[in-house]
Antibody, heavy 118, light 108 residues
């Protein structure tokens, strides 16, 4: 059973950059797989943000590509999301997940609510 | 981008009855489709991949079928723990992966 846990601020001001980290336990990121971020808001449902491999190869949602940066730290067994120029439309629950065969999500974190407000 | 739609938006079913949920893709996704279950306050849970392959630990009452643009998730005999929202996701043509808007299965 792979366990994932998101951490980061619950409140971000408009125009600021969101930084979230996903700590993975009971599985070493170095062993493989892609690792992804998905968000869920009432207005847009589930939205894939991007995925990163254990070697740092990335894929991003084209709609967010200009604002998203994913990174991986195998020494800490975690991966991270940065989303810049936050607006109210980015208010959502953000999930991290393991990406099975690079394309669907078999283990998820519990999610963290991020609200964008001044 | 492939757009996923799901119907109905809400399905009211009595415990023990059969539930049939539909997912449609705006273009063919072959069998590259997954289903997830989400309960309130929880993360989605993978049920099915490859349109019809149950994930580890998923009960046999859950079955998936279809290919191309039309897919079905069937719950053969609804248990109390099955009342939830169900989402489909295509992974045929990406980026991006795209999800349907969900079908809520509630108690009749």
């Amino acid at each position: 059973q792979v366990q994932l846990q998101e951490s980061g601020p619950g409140l971000v001001k408009p125009s600021e950059t969101l930084s979230l980290t996903c700590a993975v336990s009971t599985y070493s990121i170095s062993n493989g797989y892609f690792w992804g971020w998905i968000r869920q808001s009432p207005g847009k449902g589930l939205e894939w943000i991007g995925s990163i491999s254990h070697t740092g190869r990335t894929y991003y949602n084209p709609s967010l590509k200009t604002r998203v940066t994913l990174s991986v730290d195998t020494s800490k067994n975690q991966f991270s999301l940065k989303l810049s120029l936050m607006t109210a439309a980015d208010t959502a629950v953000y999930y991290c997940a393991r990406v099975m065969v690079g394309v669907y999500f078999d283990y998820w974190g519990q999610g963290t609510l991020v609200t964008v407000s001044s | 981008e492939i757009v996923m739609t799901q119907s109905p938006a809400t399905l009211s079913v009595s415990p023990g009855e059969r539930a049939t949920l539909s997912c449609r893709a705006s273009q063919s996704v072959s069998s590259n489709l997954a289903w997830y279950q989400q309960k309130p306050g929880q993360a989605p849970r993978l049920l099915i991949s490859g349109a019809s392959t149950r994930a580890t630990g998923i009960p046999a009452r859950f079955s998936g079928s279809g290919s191309g643009t039309e897919f079905t998730l069937t719950i053969s005999s609804l248990q109390s723990e099955d009342f939830a929202v169900y989402y489909c996701q295509q992974y045929h043509n990406w980026p991006p992966f795209t999800f349907g808007p969900g079908t809520k299965v509630d108690i009749k």
